[in-house]
């Protein structure tokens, strides 16, 4: 599969106005995400790996015969992405609020890392050299096992980087995806070597944009990336939403090396 | 030279070689106007008449206000363009003189910069230098000539003042005008808007405003025809240009028909109203466009269905109901119905017609729900080809629903029959349990209630009967599946059967029509029948003989209700003969010469005349069937 | 009699100067008359017509300046001018009668400035009160004068007292343009108002306008959203997109 995407750096000041067109042009409620996202990178030279993993029975022999092709072909960065929810968030003020002697409360449902879905989101790094005006890059995507990945993926020769949440809204407009995110950090500390197993609470992450700006990126996926007639069609549809956002919005294809997904 | 010739400038019209003789014109004639002797004076004067009638309103047609209008509009523009080039010309003519006469004045002393400015012909005819000026001291003007000039400048003045204010008061109270009908305008917008509609600009006019009373999920088609702009009279009060929606109110009108008469119909979805407030005709322009997506997608849905019997034709859909039942759908005018007489509506015509009126559209806008659903999904990737919008379901769980309904009440009546006419032969059949729309719903569902609750409706439809039989551990039970919306459409009757004493017996299964069910169902309770008339324990016989002799009816072929009570007499081997439908249970009794009496057709051999019982009819014996079999027995 | 002083033929050189720009400016109108159908857009109607008029009032205003020197100038013909074949042109040139049009306006402008013209000198009734108070009061010549010198000096001090665009009235301003319901969503500018103001922020607006591509002068010009208005307190982001998108991709900023 391609994908085909614009971005823009959206003023934290400009939020709100924002979704507020985005809701108007798409005609929907902004639907509310939370993502953690694990990056990994690759350690070890492709074609090392025969793809057997002790955790990956749950892959359909498809995807795993997908998972293969696109990690053997050469180092990448990789991104494991899991949906999350407000309330997967623990609450740093679980403490105060016993103390006024309610021990009994129910006891709020917990983040369980064990049950996480997670996904494997593979990005290419963007085509050179294309006249058109817009970031395309050939993707893939397939499910992971839940719980932890930590094994999976260094049967993979994929080694843990780091961790960080996005959070943000979807807005979906005919063929594409708008999604206006921001990336949050956990609370400073050491820099665990493989992914939390609890959450922080939501309102301890930090924006990694310090003045809490947002990025608005449109994308567009092909099925067949090969097919110039339907790559200039979701060109088209992107340059169009540009254009009826060109008011409150710059919509710009994003510079390729910064999205570089090759591990040297 | 001095003979002139004239050249045609038209062509010659052929001259005819001779006039049309009189026989091809009264033939003409004739054929036009009939035969002569139909002519007198009346009837020409009544043609003339008409004639001229027919001259007068087309002149009155041609000549309608507006093009009047525009037409001398367009006149006076351009003899006032001509005045004004007229004008122009004249000063520009007279400036140039000036111009020329003081160039050739100054020619004498700066010939250089005077000739720039002379006219050509000037230069042509007058050698530069040719004017002379003098200085002179001229007489005093007299004391008349200068009053005379402030009188005319003072004139002037005053008249060009009073047209300067009578333009600028005209101007305000223009503008007062604009500024009171502006003000008019913009308060009914605000009140339209308040009222909850949503105002915006219209999009392929952007000077203009509109009010969006359309439905965002709707069709695309009817989507972008849900705007209309609101425009602004003379006065200022807002007018609603809606385009391409007919001014009349409409609405999809469903008719039931039953053997072929109209036994119901709906009535119109909103009452016409007469008061025209904006608010008013925004509702009917959006009623009636939802009534125009409805009845749209109505035609989809029934050529969908043709191969259920569903035709369209000159916007009317005919849907083969059940039975009798014929539905019929057709997009009218509000007060179409006014015009029709009450007679032959039946409650229930009327009441099936309302309902499926009210379903229709409560499954349109949960389609537009659906719409919305799907719409905002993450889209799919994009690919070459285009995908097909799937038509609504809209009469079709409707019809689902009627035609099951249809089928439960036609097996409620077959098994009421059938146990009535075994109940009076004194068998007790345990009576059976009904489920009528026994679907299980998926309690996960994680739709807004509206939405489940109609999905509860587009599911397809199951009810079920089961029940015990007569012989120990027997049961039956049938389930009738009813689903329009997806492939293998139709009613499918499952028929199972569990009779311990039959273990070849398989239970017939999936079964369409309804003979093949009744069919099934009452060879079930033959078969029951003949089990339970075998295994009922005879009493004894005459003890004097072989008591070892079988006393017991042995169903030999039970599939034709045959049962044998063998004798040690082969000429006195004693056979019942039963049959079931569903009005009537008879049985024949008699005796068979025969070695093991198993002998069946010509081979039977029966021995005395066969008496005969029946127990469902009117003529129906009044012993129960067990007694005449015990009968049969001694 | 004498013949023209250098300064005397300075002035009627002038003339001439003024007279070619008039002539050219009603050729102008003339052509693009002629060159548009049915008219010219009005814009341009008007503003050929106000250049004319200033280009009549310059060579009136000359006139009447030198009106000494051109009352005691008389032109005639000298002998080289071929006046036996060319006399109508010579006519033409020297002729001082009125076109019979023009004599016609002067006619009516006399007609209205004396006896029966006076009547019509009231003033031109800009209320009904004074209307009413002076239906048969006439101005005397001299009140006409007065009312002359007074009215374009009045007239000129009401019209400074007005704000003529702008989105608020001097009233309005005056009371405070917090207090006006105007309906609107969007923040109006102030465009008179603060001066102060603007300039200061003038550098960060510039710099918001880059980024978020603002564009306001095309309000008109047809948006598909209420543009985003610039914000009380701006912010801008610390750290470029591409950045940001760096780190999303390998969990580092470089």
């Known amino acids: 599969m391609h994908e085909v995407l614009l971005f823009a750096s959206v003023p934290v000041h400009q939020h709100h106005e924002l979704l507020q067109q985005l809701a108007g042009l798409t005609a929907m409620q902004p639907r509310h995400c939370l993502e953690r996202r694990l990056i990994f990178k690759a350690y070890r030279k492709p074609g090392l790996v025969a793809g057997r993993t002790g955790a990956s029975q749950d892959i359909q022999s498809g995807d795993l015969q997908r998972l293969n092709k696109m990690l053997n072909g050469s180092m990448y960065y990789t991104q494991v992405v899991g949906p999350v929810s407000e309330k997967d968030f623990g609450s740093a003020t679980d403490s105060d609020t016993q103390m006024d002697g309610t021990d009994e409360t129910p006891e709020a449902p917990r983040y369980d890392y064990e049950r996480q879905p997670w996904k494997l989101e593979f990005r290419d790094i963007p085509e050179a050299g294309t006249r058109s005006a817009v970031t395309s890059r050939q993707m893939s995507s397939s499910t992971l096992p839940s719980g932890d990945i930590m094994p999976t993926m260094s049967a993979w020769g994929y080694s843990f980087v780091t961790e960080h949440v996005v959070e943000g809204d979807l807005f979906i407009h005919n063929d594409i995806t708008l999604f206006l995110q921001r990336v949050l950090h956990y609370p400073a500390g050491q820099e665990p070597s493989q992914p939390r197993q609890q959450m922080p609470a939501l309102k301890d992450m930090t924006p990694l944009e310090k003045s809490g700006s947002y990025v608005l990126q449109a994308s567009i996926t092909v099925q067949d990336g090969s097919n110039q007639e339907t790559m200039k069609t979701a060109s088209q549809h992107l340059f169009g939403l540009r254009e009826q956002l060109k008011s409150a919005v710059r919509l710009e294809q994003a510079d390729r090396l910064s999205l570089d997904t090759r591990a040297k | 030279m001095a003979d002139s010739f004239t050249l045609p400038l038209r062509p010659l019209l052929d001259e005819r070689d001779r006039p049309d003789t009189l026989p091809a014109e009264i033939a003409q004639i004739n054929n036009q106007w009939g035969s002569f002797r139909d002519v007198n004076e009346d009837v020409l004067r009544t043609k003339i008449a008409e004639e001229y009638r027919d001259d007068l309103d087309e002149d009155e047609g041609d000549q309608s206000a507006s093009d009047l209008d525009s037409t001398e509009r367009l006149e006076q523009l351009y003899k006032r363009r001509k005045d004004i080039i007229d004008f122009a010309t004249q000063a520009h003519m007279e400036a140039m003189f000036a111009v020329d006469f003081v160039s050739l004045l100054l020619s004498k002393n700066t010939p250089r910069q005077a000739e720039t400015s002379m006219s050509a012909f000037l230069k042509q005819i007058a050698p530069l230098g040719s004017l002379n000026a003098e200085v002179v001291n001229p007489p005093p003007k007299p004391d008349s000539t200068t009053k005379d000039i402030s009188a005319v400048s003072r004139g002037w003045r005053i008249q060009n003042f009073n047209g300067a204010a009578n333009k600028l008061l005209q101007a305000a109270s223009r503008l007062e005008n604009e500024v009171a009908s502006e003000t008019r305008y913009w308060n009914e917008v605000l009140t339209v808007k308040e009222k909850g509609w949503k105002v915006s600009r219209l999009p392929r006019e952007r000077q203009a405003l509109g009010v969006q009373y359309g439905f965002l999920e709707a069709t695309p088609v009817f989507r972008d025809r849900g705007l209309a702009s609101l425009r602004r009279a003379e006065n200022g009060s807002l007018i609603l240009d809606k385009g391409l929606i007919p001014p009349k109110a409409r609405f999809v009108r469903v008719r039931v028909m039953q053997d072929g008469q109209l036994a119901g119909r709906s009535k119109p979805t909103s009452p016409t109203n007469d008061e025209q407030t904006i608010e008013s005709r925004i509702l009917q322009a959006r009623d009636t466009l939802y009534e125009e997506e409805l009845f749209h997608e109505l035609v989809r849905e029934a050529r969908a269905t043709a191969n259920y019997g569903v035709t369209t034709r000159q916007n009317l859909i005919r849907i083969p109901a059940s039975d009798n039942l014929?539905?019929?759908?057709?997009?009218?005018?509000?007060?179409?119905?006014?015009?029709?007489?009450?007679?032959?509506?039946?409650?229930?015509?009327?009441?099936?017609?309302?309902?499926?009126?009210?379903?229709?559209?409560?499954?349109?806008?949960?389609?537009?729900?659906?719409?919305?659903?799907?719409?905002?999904?993450?889209?799919?990737?994009?690919?070459?080809?285009?995908?097909?919008?799937?038509?609504?379901q809209l009469f079709r769980p409707a019809l689902a629903y009627i035609q099951h309904m249809s089928h439960v009440l036609w097996l409620q009546s077959f098994l009421k029959d059938i146990f009535g006419v075994l109940h009076s032969a004194a068998l007790d059949i345990p009576a059976y349990t009904k489920h009528v729309f026994s679907t299980r719903i998926a309690q996960t569902s994680s739709a807004p209630t509206a939405e489940a609750v109609v999905e509860r409706f587009l599911t397809p439809f199951e009810s079920t009967f089961s029940g015990k039989l007569l012989t120990p551990r027997g049961s039956f039970s049938i389930a009738i599946h009813t689903n329009l919306s997806s492939p293998s459409f139709g009613t499918s009757f499952d028929v199972s059967c569990n009779m311990p004493n039959y273990p070849d017996i398989k239970s017939p299964g999936r079964l369409s029509l309804r003979e093949e069910v009744q069919a099934a169902i009452t060879h079930l309770l033959l078969l029951d029948v003949v089990f339970t008339t075998s295994s009922n324990s005879l009493p004894p016989s005459k003890p004097e003989k072989d008591t070892q002799e079988n006393r017991v009816w042995e169903a030999v072929y039970p599939q034709h209700g045959e049962l044998v009570l063998s004798s040690s007499n082969p000429e006195r081997h004693r056979k019942i003969k039963l049959a079931l439908s569903r009005h009537e249970l008879s049985l024949q009794t008699y005796t068979v010469r025969c070695i093991d009496g198993t002998g069946r057709g010509k081979w039977e051999q029966p021995s005395q005349t066969p008496k005969q019982y029946t127990w469902g009819t009117p003529s129906a014996s009044t012993h129960s069937l067990m007694a005449v079999v015990s009968e049969a027995s001694s | 009699m004498s013949t023209l002083t250098q300064e005397q033929i300075k002035v009627l050189e002038q003339a001439r100067q003024r007279l070619v720009q008039l002539t050219r400016s009603l050729g102008s109108l003339i052509t693009s008359l002629h060159s548009s159908d049915p008219l010219p857009p009005w814009s341009s109607l008007q503003s050929q017509a106000s250049i004319i008029s200033n280009n009549l009032l310059s060579v009136s205003e000359q006139l009447s300046e030198q009106r000494d020197l051109f009352t005691s100038l008389v032109a005639y013909p000298s002998p080289e001018y071929p006046s036996r074949t060319q006399a109508p042109t010579l006519e033409q040139l020297l002729r001082t009668k009125l076109d019979p049009r023009v004599e016609d306006w002067v006619a009516r402008g006399r007609a209205a400035g004396t006896e029966g013209g006076l009547s019509q000198s009231t003033i031109p009734s800009p209320s009904r009160l004074v209307e009413a108070e002076s239906a048969d009061h006439k101005l005397s010549e001299a009140e006409l004068a007065q009312l002359w010198e007074w009215a374009p000096l009045e007239a000129n001090q009401e019209a400074r007292r007005r704000n003529w665009g702008g989105n608020f009235t001097l009233e309005e301003r005056e009371s405070g343009i917090q207090n006006v319901v105007t309906g609107l969503r969007r923040q109006l500018e102030d465009d008179l108002g603060s001066e102060e103001e603007e300039s200061e922020g003038e550098g960060e607006e510039e710099e918001e306008m880059d980024i978020v591509g603002v564009h306001r002068k095309s309000v008109g010009g047809g948006l598909e959203f209420d543009i985003a208005v610039r914000h009380p307190h701006p912010v801008q982001p610390f750290v470029p997109l591409d950045d940001i998108l760096k780190y999303m991709t390998t969990g580092r900023m470089q």
């Open chain 2, 326 to 392: 014929e539905i019929l759908l057709d997009l009218v005018d509000v007060d179409e119905n006014d015009l029709q007489s009450d007679q032959d509506i039946s409650q229930e015509g009327t009441r099936i017609a309302e309902g499926l009126s009210h379903t229709i559209r409560i499954l349109l806008a949960y389609a537009h729900r659906q719409n919305l659903h799907r719409r905002t999904l993450l889209p799919l990737p994009l690919t070459p080809k285009k995908r097909s919008v799937p038509e609504h």
